[in-house]
């Protein structure tokens, strides 16, 4: 899935590397989610998904730190 986060959306690949990653049990995290600076990621769950999954859900979870959403606490809302 990596790799085909790198051929196919080099940006988020390159934001992906930056971030610290850590697996986690599954009585704290059952699918993956993100802090401020950190990804955790349940290794049951992420061996069950197909690859466009995973590129996808990465993808997802990056736009997270990107948009800093666990730093504001709410959703951004851009007006233009």
Same mark, same amino acid.
């Given at each position: 899935?990596?790799? %085909? ?6 940006? +988020?690949?390159?934001? #992906? ?5 850590? /697996? ?8 993956? %989610?993100?802090?401020e600076?950190?990804?955790? +990621?349940?290794?049951? #769950? ?5 690859? /466009? ?15 800093q ?12």
């Amino acid at each position: 899935a990596i790799a %085909g986060l790198k051929m196919l959306c080099p940006y +988020y690949w390159v934001l #992906f590397q930056a971030i610290d990653r850590q /697996p986690c049990d599954s009585r704290v995290c059952k699918t993956m %989610g993100v802090t401020e600076d950190k990804m955790v +990621y349940n290794l049951e #769950f992420v061996s069950r998904c197909s690859v /466009p999954e995973l590129i996808f859900i990465l993808i997802h979870e990056v736009d997270h730190i990107a948009m800093q959403h666990s730093v504001s606490g709410t959703l951004l809302v851009i007006y233009i």
